[in-house]
């Protein structure tokens, strides 16, 4: 199986950075992906990292390590507008189509 | 518009009532996901499918049922059986040959218990 860990909550000021982590148990997968979902919405595709690295798009960027079972979702330039749960998730490798499991979620309040 | 479709919006089940949540996509997309979301819980999988009339149970599929009778239409059936079913349920599809971490979720719909 797998499990993945992330901060329950962060809050961070408008125009900062801030960087959301998540950890992951799991006995091998493809890659991680990261969502958006804002309160009442639909969860929305950010990125996925199927390499180790830095991946960047426009304000977001994501990395993995998979040395490390680790990876984050940084955001740069913060508006009030980021102000939303993000999910990173991955799919188990295995046989045929495996689906995604999402971490419980990071509550980001973004402050003036 | 492509996209991915759930009705209704907000549903009210009485105590004993099967309730069917519809979800339609016109991404022609293989594989569909039905996802529950209770506060606090992220997302937790109660069935998918990877092709039509073929489907597998998610992490807490008791008290559901699907079909998958087309390629568009993935409806999920809370019945009676499911105790505690008052969330927010999410459907979603995703194009395998591609990019298959990339979900596209419906707008979802919340389920409450009268």
């Known amino acids: 199986g797998q499990s993945l860990e992330q901060p329950s909550e962060v809050t961070a000021v408008e125009g900062a950075i801030v960087q959301i982590n998540c950890t992951y148990q799991?006995?091998?997968?493809?890659?991680l992906s990261w969502y958006q979902q804002h309160d009442g919405g639909a969860p929305t595709f950010l990125s996925y990292?199927?390499?180790?690295g830095l991946e960047e798009t426009g304000r977001f960027s994501s990395f993995l390590s998979r040395s490390d079972s680790y990876g984050y979702l940084l955001l740069q330039e913060l508006q009030m507008k980021d102000s939303a749960s993000y999910f990173c998730?991955?799919?188990?490798?295995?046989?045929?189509?495996?689906?995604?499991?999402f971490g419980k979620g990071t509550r980001l309040s973004v402050i003036a | 518009d492509g996209g991915i479709t759930q009705s209704p919006k907000y549903l009210f089940r009485k105590e004993g009532q099967n309730v069917t949540l519809s979800c339609e996509q016109n991404?022609?997309?293989?594989?569909m996901y039905w996802y529950r979301q209770d506060p606090g819980q992220g997302l937790r999988l109660i069935y998918y499918?990877?092709?039509?009339?073929?489907?597998q149970k998610g992490d807490i599929a008791e008290g559901y049922s699907v079909s998958r009778e087309k390629k568009e239409s993935f409806p999920l059936t809370v019945t009676s059986a499911q105790k505690n079913p008052t969330a927010f349920y999410l459907c979603?599809?995703?194009?395998?040959?591609?990019?298959?971490?990339?979900?596209?979720f419906g707008s979802g719909t919340q389920l409450s218990v009268l």
């Open positions: 990292n199927a390499l180790d």
């Open positions: 979603a599809s995703a194009d395998l040959r591609q990019q298959g971490e990339k979900l596209f």
């Open positions: 799991t006995s091998g997968f493809y890659g």
């Open positions: 998730a991955v799919r188990q490798r295995g046989s045929g189509n495996t689906p995604l499991v």
């Open positions: 499918s990877q092709i039509v009339n073929d489907f």
């Open positions: 991404l022609n997309h293989d594989a």
